[in-house]
């Protein structure tokens, strides 16, 4: 999730290193860190008073009974039926990466359902996959909207950083403190905004927000993800102790880790 200094006219950042991204399966684009926040659900942090539902953990097939309700709630009965249908058919191009085709159909079962909060977060996530920022930032501020869920609030501030709008990504940060979200959703969060400072050459203030504690394991894959970008702070603070100290962590638990022999062959 690192994107340049500036983003061009374009909006999608150029080509660079993924040296704030935390763990992945390999790759270097936006898409393979946002299937991770995009697919993230609600963990099992006690402050949270109720799970929450997100139309990622849908599998391919029958629609579970809560998407045919929500559907239900905020559709006209004539055209119920139909975006069920597409979307249902938008979950499964999603489910098999096939972003593109599923921002067409889910773009179809949005004007039959504009007032559907399932249909507006899988379009949103289907568009932030493929690297279209304003209309993912578009649709999960209304999926937000809609639910006062929190849960994609990191992937928005993801979409603002690829757009520039660093003012934005600080505004949004700041409500998310506001909000009592699950443990999480809060990594997440603080492992955009900490490479979004890191960014700009706020390190010190980077480091306040990922500083990562115990190093305990097993971790969390968020957890993880926070070590990561907490390497790379300690880094640029010059801190290469702190730095070797979580690369081996980080190491110990993935060592697969896309970035990470980078990060070696800084210190």
């Known amino acids: 999730m690192s994107p340049p200094p500036t983003s061009p006219p374009s909006g999608k950042p150029p080509n660079r290193r993924p040296d704030s991204r935390p763990p992945q399966r390999g790759g270097d684009s936006r898409r393979d ?6 697919s993230r659900q609600n963990g099992d942090d006690s402050r949270e008073r109720r799970p929450s539902r997100t139309i990622t953990s849908v599998p391919t097939g029958t629609l579970p009974r809560w998407v045919k309700d929500e559907i239900s709630r905020a559709t006209s009965k004539d055209r119920r039926d139909a975006a069920l249908r597409l979307l249902e058919q938008g979950i499964g191009q999603f489910a098999d990466e096939r972003y593109r085709p599923a921002i067409e159909t889910l773009t179809q079962a949005k004007a ?14 289907a568009n932030y996959y493929s690297e279209r920022w304003l209309p993912a930032l578009q649709e999960l501020r209304a999926f ?3 639910t006062g869920e929190s849960i ?3 992937v928005e501030m993801d979409s603002l950083r690829a757009l520039g709008r660093h003012s934005d990504v ?11 979200s699950n443990r999480e959703t809060q990594q997440e969060a603080a492992v955009v905004y900490a490479s979004h400072l890191l ?3 706020r390190v010190a203030d980077a480091w306040r927000v990922i500083r990562p504690g115990r190093l305990v ?18 880094l640029a603070a010059g801190d290469k102790d702190a730095a070797r100290r979580l690369v081996a962590a980080v190491e110990k638990e993935a060592p ?11 210190l």
């Open 170 to 180: 600080d505004k949004t940060w700041e409500a998310f403190q506001e909000i009592d």
């Open 199 to 201: 960014d700009r050459g």
């Open 217 to 234: 394991s097993p971790a969390h894959e968020s957890d993880v993800r926070r070590w990561f970008v907490a390497a790379r702070v300690a």
């Open 33 to 38: 860190e946002a299937r991770r926040l995009g």
């Open 112 to 125: 039959l359902a504009p007032r559907s909060s399932t249909v507006r977060e899988l379009l949103g996530l």
């Open 256 to 266: 697969a880790t896309f970035g990470i022999e980078d990060l070696k062959a800084q």
């Open 152 to 154: 994609h609030m990191p």
């Open 144 to 146: 937000r909207r809609l």
